[in-house]
């Protein structure tokens, strides 16, 4: 079964910066869809980067122009660059990936993803 393995993730003062990384050495990244999902406590898991194959990125709202999302074909790892972060950033951190959906929709579905990192916390004080 393929796992991917999260790195990063801790606690940082408001305004920090923190750096995630999602290992996938069994996968060609060339081939996926790379994904970042935040889950808040009693929340839903929900995506807030996610990075095309063709290198396109999509972020939401209330992380743009201040998260990052990148990837490594070559290393097989994909980062999320966190910068001015704000205690509402407070979450797990889900990296993902999937093969490219013919309904561009399904990229924002936690249902499309095949593939899981087992999750880091991130934990934002003001």
């Known amino acids: 079964e393929v796992q991917l393995v999260e790195s990063g993730g801790g606690s940082v003062q408001s305004g920090g910066s923190m750096r995630l990384s999602c290992a996938a050495p069994e996968l060609r990244l060339s081939n996926y869809i790379m994904a970042w999902f935040q889950q808040k406590p009693g929340k839903e898991r929900e995506w807030v980067a996610i990075?095309?194959?063709?290198?396109?990125?999509n972020y939401v709202e209330a992380i743009k122009d201040r998260f990052t999302n990148s990837e490594h074909k070559g290393q097989r790892t994909f980062d999320l660059q966190m910068t001015s972060l704000k205690p509402e950033d407070t979450a797990m951190y889900y990296c993902a990936a999937a093969p490219t959906p013919f309904n561009p929709q399904l990229r924002f579905s936690t249902t499309w993803y095949r593939y899981w990192g087992q999750g880091t916390q991130v934990s934002v004080s003001s």
């Open positions: 990075i095309d194959s063709d290198g396109s990125t």
